[in-house]
């Protein structure tokens, strides 16, 4: 299997932290690797694994190849911000030309920011749902959902085709609260990961259905920049017909606001999540990341605090996915 790991997005969704020339991947969130590293040490040193693959932009090929020094991986640099359907296309035609990837040989997508657990299960997953990658599928690998999450897309399953994944009846776009909370209880849908698994043969295919402008990659002469930026979701997935999902009984989260950073990580005997230098009275169920300061906290509840050299958050955990106005 080959893996290409998506490392160029933006995003202040995790701000102060998270900036639009530092996002997401690049930070630790108190553990001792980087959301980009953990991701790509999954894979390092396993048998299944031929070629790791990272690709970026100009933007971020600094950090990402300071992160990753000594690594051995190959970093993809795009020459411009073109979303993931033209990334994974210009990743695909590399693997091709410079790795030896074969047409029948499968090809595994996946962002760098995610935290999931346990990981041996889900490497587990990932090949068993690769075999239907194998049988001409496009596979995607879904979650069940815990609760009910309106800033995920959704996947809802139809019949079974092999021992471990189903047709995909329909994509379902981030929902509204009442939609969520009915999917929760429906043992149909499932959290759509953004991990999926394909073919180039089967890849070039279906882009030529459903996306014909990114098979102009396969011309050498044709420039990067002219193609339109488009998500992988809408440019091929939702749109091609042999479709199944694999779903993936783990922990498993985007890290999309800082409630979902609480969610993720060891709390303390009154439910807090503490990094850094932290002195807390009578304070429950709190996300709490310190900088250089003591943070002193007295009678708080539900609230996220983060604090940097340069800016000071202070929200309600559940108003949390609000904090990229502060980047606008």
């Not at 040193?45 to 932009?57: A, D, E, L, R």
């Not at 499932?190 to 014909?212: D, I, R």
């Not at 340069?310 to 606008?328: G, P, T, W």
Request: charged fraction near 25%; glycine fraction near 6%; hydrophobic fraction near 40%.
């Amino acid at each position: 299997m080959h893996v290409v790991i998506l490392a160029g997005g933006g995003g202040t969704r995790l701000w102060p932290l998270s900036r639009k020339d530092f996002p997401k991947q690049f930070l630790h969130l108190g553990r001792k690797e980087s959301l980009l590293k953990q991701t790509v040490s999954r894979f390092l040193g396993k048998s299944f694994v031929k070629t790791i693959v990272v690709s970026t932009n100009t933007t971020f090929e600094p950090l990402v190849r300071k992160e990753l020094e000594g690594f051995d991986v190959a970093v993809l640099v795009e020459p411009c911000r073109r979303n993931t359907a033209p990334a994974i296309g210009l990743a695909i035609r590399y693997l091709e030309e410079c790795c030896n990837l074969q047409p029948n040989d499968p090809v595994l997508i996946l962002p760098s920011d995610q935290l999931i657990e346990p990981e041996s299960v889900f490497l587990d997953y990932l090949i068993r749902g690769a075999e239907a990658a194998v049988k001409g599928q496009v596979v995607t690998f879904g979650i069940r959902p815990t609760k009910p999450e309106i800033g995920y897309g959704y996947i809802r399953i139809g019949e079974k085709f092999d021992s471990f994944t189903y047709r995909v009846e329909k994509f379902v776009e981030k929902p509204d609260l009442a939609h969520a909370r009915a999917y929760v209880s429906d043992p149909s849908y499932y959290w759509n990961s953004g991990v999926f698994a394909f073919t180039p043969s089967v890849f070039w295919a279906e882009a030529e259905l459903c996306y014909p402008q990114i098979c102009q990659l396969k011309n050498k002469s044709f420039a990067f920049q002219e193609l339109d930026p488009i998500s992988i979701d809408y440019a091929l997935l939702e749109k091609a017909q042999n479709v199944v999902v694999c779903p993936v009984p783990v922990s498993w989260s985007d890290i999309g606001s800082w409630e979902n950073v609480y969610e993720m990580l060891d709390k303390d005997k009154n439910q807090n999540v503490k990094i850094g230098q932290v002195v807390d009275i009578a304070t429950k169920n709190c996300l709490i990341f310190g900088g250089k300061r003591v943070i002193s906290t007295l009678g708080l509840e539900d609230l996220v605090i983060i604090d940097t050299d340069d800016a000071l958050l202070i929200a309600k955990k559940s108003q949390s996915q609000q904090v990229r106005m502060f980047s606008e």
